[in-house]
Structure formats: structure tokens, C-alpha cells
């Protein structure tokens, strides 16, 4: 399944930008599922929802297996389409990389990432 349309959010064979809005772990979930295999979204904003650390390394764990998915920005990391060519991260910032779950997402996003050079800060 690559495309979805249900109450909370649509992925279409057109949709290559969503906004997430939702605060349900199972919406998340859900997401995920079709994050298996979708080949069209680009970009993942979740700044006006919430993804807990669970969803989160389930929907990353979905983007490293899905090796023609697209998806490799979000606004959570600071990674934009059509942003800057290289990008900081601070591995440590709690804002960003909430837990070892959450770093997950983080490495399904630079999977796909094919604009941004991704510096770290691990001291």
C-alpha cells in the first residue's frame, strides 16, 4: 500500500509534502505502514503534531526498508527541499534526536536525503 487517504492525513500518488497535525500514536502507526512503500512523499512536517519516540523509530525503520522512497526532509532535523547543501545536526540536542528510538527516523530521513551534506556533533 503506497497511497492513503483517512481521516487525519491523505497520501496520494500526488502528495509530496505532508503536514502532520496529529497527536494519536496510532495515526503514527498507521503512517508508517504506508511509509513501506510510498514513493512520492518528499517531506514530512511534524512540527504541529507529535510523533512519541515509538512511532518514530517505526516509521524510520520504514524509510531505510523502502529503498525507492523519497521521504528525506522534515522540519524536526532542520532538513529542508531546496534548503542549504549542508546541514549541522548536534546528535546530543534533546529537541532533535529525543532517544536512540528517535535517532531512527533521523536515519530513515538521510536514507533518501539526496541534497543535504549532514555534518554531526557527537562531542
Known amino acids: ?23 494519536a500514536p496510532c495515526d503514527a502507526i498507521v503512517l508508517a505502514g504506508v511509509l513501506r512503500s510510498n514513493s512520492t512523499l518528499k517531506t514530512l512536517n511534524i512540527a504541529n503534531g507529535d510523533i512519541g519516540d515509538y512511532e518514530r523509530e517505526l516509521i524510520g525503520t520504514a524509510l531505510l526498508g523502502n529503498t525507492s522512497g523519497r521521504l528525506g526532509y522534515c522540519d524536526a532535523y532542520g532538513l529542508k527541499e531546496n534548503g542549504q547543501p549542508s546541514h549541522t545536526v548536534d546528535v546530543k540536542d534533546k529537541e532533535q534526536i529525543r532517544s536512540r528510538r528517535s535517532f531512527t527516523l533521523f536515519a530513515g530521513l538521510l536514507r533518501a536525503n539526496r541534497t543535504s551534506l549532514i555534518a554531526s556533533d557527537c562531542s
Do not use: G, K
Open 1 to 23: 500500500m503506497q497511497f492513503l487517504q483517512c481521516d487525519v492525513f491523505s497520501l496520494t500518488d500526488t502528495t509530496e509534502t505532508l503536514n502532520w497535525i496529529s497527536r
